[in-house]
């Protein structure tokens, strides 16, 4: 809030931004640069304005499913269903950004644009404050992080050490609270098979007693916890492909709006190539709607799972979307080209298939990842989950930046600027899209080879007798 605060403030103020183009002298034309002071607000508002915006979206989605108890099934479908209109929401605010205030903005003033947002944050701010004495808050039990590092460290000092034939052999947190140690909540989970090596950080030998540090001796349920995170890694790295292809929809999409006809009707209105993504927003507030409503019920009836369609193959709908929408660019693209060297300029509504089924993709692949790293993290490492989300997120839109380059270089070669020249008309945009469309049905490969293989975690823990409602009952000393 600060931030927006600061870039409206900065944009009333005469001394906080530069005179508009020919006010300098009122005769002259020329542009008068910002000086240092005026950099320097407009930077700080931008920068906080990034860090809450960081702050924020790290840490609502965690907070809302500490709101739900995962033990009770009602609370755990309420808990989906709240992923889901979450994220429709979330999407009303993006849609708005890019109607309604680029509409203030641009016909009424940029200053009245910010502070719009900076009031829209306030209010929003008052509502989450006004229900501080209803929420549920879960105590941190730790650095996920910091558990990691602990676990790779005492199974790599431990390494020649050999693993004992029984699992319960291995030092746990019924140890640990036998000898006086606060367990912060853990709860104990059964013994896993995958990445035995990691299982050398729970042997006790006599370099490592009891009393050592976690640095030499972890509990075999800090190892699981850290085989949980290990075995979503596959997943983590082949859903980070979506985000690239959804980075073309506000680059290369919105070139190729630029240079179409997008006008509606006789009225001379023309829509602004920016404000193209507001089809790719509209398709994700359609289909989160739809699948609630339609799809889930369907998918419960066939499969028979109460949440409808599991998380992870929601992401597989997501990614198989994304393909189509790429071989749909493409293949609009090749049409442009071709009528664009006659002459005929097209409409811009052709680029509709694309951005509604990236966005429609976009719904189904954010509810699905945010499910499944909630879900599936665990409980002791629960503040990892929506890092390990956001960074697909920012992953993808890197691996983007780098697929960019690197065929900008491989095809442009002197005068001849390659797929992705500046002129779009000189280049082979199409060629691109065909590209990232092959690399997608590639990873969609080992995306399903990675998910059939997965066990989720209510499933391991019922194999192993466990039910979810018991998990409390799971911690040690209560």
């Known amino acids: ?52 915006t960081g702050g924020l979206k790290s840490s609502v989605s965690g907070f809302g499913s500490d709101q739900f108890d995962e033990s009770d099934d009602g609370e755990r479908k309420m808990m989906m269903r709240f992923f889901n209109w979450f994220y429709f929401f979330v999407s009303i605010g993006a849609l708005l950004a890019v109607t309604v205030l680029v509409y203030v903005q641009d016909n009424v003033g940029r200053r009245w644009g910010y502070g719009v947002v900076a009031v829209g944050i306030l209010c929003g701010l008052g509502v989450f404050l006004s229900g501080t004495r209803k929420y549920r808050f879960k105590k ?22 050999p693993l004992p034939s029984d699992p319960s052999m291995l030092y746990d947190v019924d140890d640990k609270a036998a000898a006086g140690e606060d367990l912060k909540g853990k709860l104990k ?41 290990v075995r979503m890694l596959p997943i983590w790295a082949t859903t980070i492909m979506f985000w690239t292809i959804h980075a073309q929809m506000t680059t290369f999409a919105v070139e190729q709006a630029s240079v179409m006809n997008r006008a509606i009707g006789g009225s001379g209105f023309l829509i602004p190539a920016g404000s193209l993504t507001v089809f790719l927003i509209g398709s994700i507030l359609l289909t989160v709607p739809l699948y609630d409503r339609l799809v889930a019920p369907v998918a419960r009836r066939v499969t028979g799972n109460p949440h409808g369609l599991s998380p992870l193959q929601r992401v597989f709908v997501g990614l198989f979307l994304s393909i189509a929408g790429m071989a749909a660019a493409a293949l609009v693209e090749r049409y442009r080209l071709t009528e664009s060297a006659d002459g005929v300029t097209l409409t811009v509504f052709l680029l509709m298939p694309q951005f509604l089924l990236v966005g429609a993709g976009e719904a189904f692949t954010y509810m699905g990842q945010l499910d499944f790293f909630l879900r599936e993290c665990p409980k002791g490492m629960k503040t990892m989950s929506t890092g390990l989300f956001l960074s697909t997120c920012a992953l993808g839109f890197f691996f983007s930046t780098l ?11 002197g005068s001849n ?18 590209l990232l469309a ?20 209510e499933k391991r823990m019922a194999d192993a007798g466990i039910e979810l409602a018991d998990e409390e009952a799971m911690i040690v000393g209560h």
């Not at 600027?417 to 065909?434: E, H, M, P, V």
């Open 403 to 413: 697929i960019v380059t690197i065929v900008h270089k491989v095809t442009g070669h």
């Open 438 to 457: 092959v690399m997608s049905a590639i990873n969609i490969v080992f995306f399903t080879i990675a998910a059939r293989g997965y066990v989720y975690k």
């Open 140 to 161: 941190l039990v730790g650095s996920p992080l910091t558990q990691v590092a602990t676990v790779t460290a005492a199974a790599w000092r431990k390494r020649s050490l």
């Open 1 to 52: 809030m600060q931030g927006v605060m600061i870039l409206t403030i900065s944009t009333v103020a005469p001394g906080l931004r530069p005179a508009a183009c020919g006010d300098a002298t009122g005769q002259s034309p020329d542009c008068v640069p910002a000086n240092g002071t005026q950099l320097g607000v407009l930077y700080l508002g931008l920068y906080m304005t990034a860090l809450g």
């Open 189 to 229: 989970l059964p013994h896993s098979k995958e990445c035995r090596f990691l299982d050398h950080a729970a042997v006790v030998d006599r370099e490592s007693p009891a009393a050592a540090s976690s640095w030499t001796l972890c509990t075999r349920t800090d190892v699981e916890e850290v085989k949980q995170v």
């Open 417 to 434: 600027d390659g797929w992705l020249a500046n002129n779009i008309d000189q280049g082979r945009l199409d060629y691109f899209y065909w």
